[in-house]
């Protein structure tokens, strides 16, 4: 087929890829403070991955328990992280989130009240007090919809300020970027194409935000939508960026696991929150047995505690089912192995013995929707059978943690599940939505700096020929290897061979499976022509999720120790020696190369808000004496 | 427990297209949008179809499966009876681009013609008040996912292009009435506006929208019926219709 390549040529002063919470929150600061900005995205505007987020957003607003704060906040992400979060990170996050939140409802966001009105808060695992604001188990559809009408809103000021609706604010749904373009060793646009008529597009700008999202579908079970396929971690590392601590993934512990066609579906874990018990095949509530010793002061060891916990939260330990996700995933994942599981491979999760069948309907919508329509199950009676599936990577894009500006790339940055730093080795549910919309408005507000301080270059004649070359490769081959089988033969080694257990020679062996992957990735070819043609789409995306796929099996195999969603089977305890150093990947444009980096240490204000002999379970007597300096 | 499917698949572009025949393996719990994957897959290498989280919360896979706008994600294979062809077409109301894929590109176009949220001025963050009662009515709508099903069955605007033009549909009537029972919008007139504006009084109410409806949300008796009773009501009441003349309030609806 021959055809006519066309270019359109677009000109902003800011590119924000991705239109999930970070993106569009990005786009707002971005817009606020006058800069010309595009939105793109793989999907339709408004159906991001933010979209699937359900238990809610943790922010210290101390709507229900007035004795939450940042400090609180604070501390429960670097637990829950296993202190090897960037500690900058999670103090913003934590000073800011109940300012984000309150701006939702500005904006026109409705959550959920309090008797006394306010915005009500709900347990979640790790966090100490009722914490999450939430709307039903739909939270991230009212924060998605709550963004797309808030730019809507701006669109319709520019209209009236300028008679164009999109003259300073623009979404460019369904366009793929395939290359973030540099001159002069700094950020001067992006290339990609159309995702309907295979047009392809330059946007020449200063700055380019990545808010991508994650990486879930380079593993075979998933709540991740097809669109979480790496790209931003891949244009950051081609672009000269560097990844974070890739190794730290999180299998969220509540999946589906039956019927097949629905295995890896989120089950949130706001059902746990509301008094969702889990039990094996014995009919045993087995989480007692696996509260590891760093939290045995928190949770509660017997039923009885467990269960006048949901009535008197002063005079209770939490019930163990709220132990962080990586905790009840490692837990859940033994049970099964040791073969005490459900007959479809999971454990049984169960409200209906703690909450009548119209509060469940009432807080749990979607879950009841869900089950009952995909599975034929109605939790209001009977429980659900549930496992592990993998939900989101902590390890992401290296940042200034102020100013979200990608380490190394000048004119780069990232916000949300892409950046890397915040949740350390494991996120706490709820933090991702905050982190969202905290690191979302900052990388806006860090772009604004920049675009005022930098020169603009133009886009290279050779780069976009590059560019361009690179996104017809796929037709000129004929009879090579289809995308997407070998996006299931990824994906099998992914989730057997880096999976939720790993250890050194099955990481070893993934490393050279991928590799012979990437070599047949080079002899790709796709049928039909550039019109929507999803065989062509998965070619570039293939190409970024074997990177990303490199860059979390070799970190993996580095960190010789087991922490947060990172497991060796082989060094099955935390390390204190690796809790200072960050794994850093970045790409020599062959491979991937994994080396050591120190962690930045916590200012002592921030050391003293912990208590020495927690402190004493993580770090050294070295790193104890400094910090108390 | 797998079976064979037989499928016919709407293929082409924006003039012209054909049913292709597919013939594929289904297995137990699998839903429309797994066979028309494994189709892609294995048959059809550039089959287009939209779809994201594939759990009903997005509402990307919007099609007609025998003729009824459905999610592809949330229509089980196992409701369809042995020997039975699924026959899958693009959404109807809107122009083809490829495949099963559609322009949408008219419903964006009405999101940006209903005003915006509109908070009290002096409005400062944290200090909202509002019953939970009170932000139930707003917070049906805002189940919406905008899967446009409802906009696609319209038949106010699935066979008459022309009307698209005066017409917002069901997925914007529970817009603005989701921002009329929004207890801290203060913008006035929404409802008499959807009449004016927006063509609510071409809706003749036979439900057809809240069938379709994924979500459940009662689109019909929840936010059309009680808009066009308000509407009636200023309309053709004389003593209301007096006092909002002598009075210059039209705030009242």
């Not at chain 2, 059309?224 to 209301?240: A, G, L, S, T």
Request: charged share 30%.
């Amino acid at each position: 087929m021959s055809e006519k390549i066309q270019m359109q040529r677009h000109n902003y002063d800011i590119v924000v890829i991705g239109a999930g919470g970070a993106g569009l929150r990005a786009a707002v600061e971005a817009r606020e403070a006058g800069l010309r900005v595009a939105i793109i995205c793989k999907s339709l505007f408004g159906k991001a991955h933010t979209v699937m987020a359900e238990g809610g957003i943790a922010a210290s607003m101390g709507n229900v328990n007035e004795k939450d704060g940042w400090k609180v906040h604070f501390r429960d992400t670097m637990r829950g992280g296993k202190f090897i979060n960037h500690y900058r990170m999670a103090e913003l996050h934590a000073k800011e989130a109940p300012d984000r939140v309150w701006e939702l409802e500005i904006w026109g966001a409705l959550f959920d009240r309090t008797k006394e009105g306010k915005i009500s808060q709900r347990n979640f695992g790790g966090h100490e007090y009722p914490r999450l604001a939430h709307v039903g188990d739909r939270t991230g559809l009212e924060l998605i919809r709550t963004m797309q009408q808030k730019i809507v809103a701006m669109q319709q000021q520019d209209k009236k300020d300028h008679g164009d609706a999109e003259s300073y604010l623009k979404v460019f749904a369904e366009v793929t970027i395939t290359e973030v373009i540099k001159e002069g060793g700094k950020v001067a646009g992006v290339y990609g194409y159309r995702r309907e008529d295979g047009v392809e597009v330059l946007f020449e700008a200063p700055v380019v935000i990545l808010a991508t999202g994650g990486v879930g579908k380079t593993f075979k079970i998933t709540s991740n939508s097809w669109e979480g396929t790496g790209d931003g971690h891949a244009l950051a590392l081609k672009a000269g960026g560097n990844l974070v601590d890739m190794e730290f993934l999180q299998f969220h512990p509540t999946g589906m696991v039956w019927p097949p066609s629905v295995k890896g579906i989120l089950v949130t874990e706001s059902v746990r929150g509301e008094g969702g018990v889990l039990t094996n095949n014995k009919g045993e509530r087995f989480m007692f047995k696996y509260i590891p010793k760093v939290f045995k002061d928190k949770y509660a060891d017997n039923e009885e505690e467990a269960d006048r916990w949901y009535v008197d939260q002063d005079n209770n330990r939490r019930p163990p089912e709220l132990l962080p996700r990586d905790e009840v995933a490692r837990a859940i994942n033994s049970e099964v192995k040791a073969g005490r599981g459900s007959p479809h491979g999971g454990v049984y999760l169960d409200v209906s013995k703690r909450l009548t069948a119209e509060v469940i309907k009432r807080r749990l919508p979607s879950m009841w929707h869900q089950f009952y329509e995909l599975a034929g199950v109605d939790i209001t009676k009977e429980a659900m059978e549930v496992g592990p599936t993998c939900h989101y990577i902590m390890g992401g894009v290296e940042v200034d943690a102020d100013t979200a500006a990608a380490v190394g790339v000048p004119g780069l940055f990232a916000a949300g599940e892409v950046a890397g730093g915040m949740h350390g080795s494991n996120r706490l549910g709820g933090n991702s939505l905050s982190d969202l919309l905290v690191f979302g408005r900052r990388a806006g507000a860090g772009a604004v700096d920049y675009v005022k301080q930098t020169q603009v270059v133009k886009v290279s004649d050779t780069s976009i020929r590059n560019a361009a070359e690179r996104i017809a490769a796929p037709f000129k081959r004929t009879g090579g290897e289809n995308p997407y089988t070998l996006h299931q033969e990824l994906q099998e080694i992914a989730h057997n061979l880096v999976g939720i257990i790993r250890t050194k020679s099955e990481l070893s062996d993934a490393i050279n499976k991928i590799a012979e992957i990437r070599n047949r990735i080079e002899n790709v070819s796709v049928q039909g022509d550039r019109v929507f043609n999803p065989g062509f789409h998965l070619s570039f995306d293939l190409d970024n999720m074997l990177l990303v796929a490199e860059s979390i099996a070799k970190s993996a195999l580095v960190r010789e120790e087991s922490r947060g969603g990172h497991t060796r089977d082989d060094f099955p305890v935390m390390n204190t020696k690796w809790r200072g150093l960050n794994n850093i990947s970045s790409f020599n444009g062959k491979e991937v190369v994994v080396k050591h980096q120190e962690l930045p240490f916590m200012p002592k204000e921030l050391f003293d808000l912990f208590d020495i002999h927690e402190l004493e379970k993580y770090m050294s007597i070295e790193e104890i004496t400094k910090g108390g300096r | 427990m797998a079976r064979n499917i037989k499928l016919k698949i709407w293929r082409g572009g924006p003039t012209d297209g054909k049913l292709d025949d597919a013939s594929v393996e289904a297995n137990e719990g699998e839903v429309v949008l797994d066979v028309i994957h494994r189709v892609q897959a294995t048959q059809m290498g550039d089959l287009a179809v939209r779809w994201n989280c594939k759990a009903g919360k997005c509402g990307s896979c919007s099609m007609e499966i025998n003729g009824k706008p459905r999610l592809a994600c949330m229509t089980q294979v196992a409701n369809f009876k042995e020997g039975e062809t699924i026959t899958i077409t693009p959404l109807r109301a809107f122009p083809v681009i490829k495949d099963l894929v559609t322009d949408v590109s008219f419903n964006y176009r009405k999101a940006m013609e209903v005003e915006s949220f509109t908070p009290p001025a002096d409005l400062k963050p944290g200090e909202a008040r509002m019953e939970q009662i009170d932000v139930e009515r707003s917070q049906e709508f805002r189940k919406c996912i905008e899967c446009f099903l409802c906009q696609d069955t319209c038949h106010v605007i699935r066979d008459h292009e022309e009307n698209k033009k005066s017409f917002a549909g069901p997925r914007f009537f529970i817009r603005i009435a989701e921002l009329d029972m929004h207890p801290l919008d203060m913008l006035k007139n929404r409802k008499k506006k959807a009449q004016e504006e927006h063509g609510l009084g071409m809706c003749n109410i036979t439900k057809c929208c809240t069938e379709v409806c994924p979500e459940h949300i009662r689109i019909t008796d929840n936010a059309i019926i009680p808009m066009k009773e308000r509407v009636v009501d200023i309309k053709y009441n004389p003593v209301k219709w007096l006092g909002s003349i002598i009075l210059k309030r039209d705030s009242i609806i």
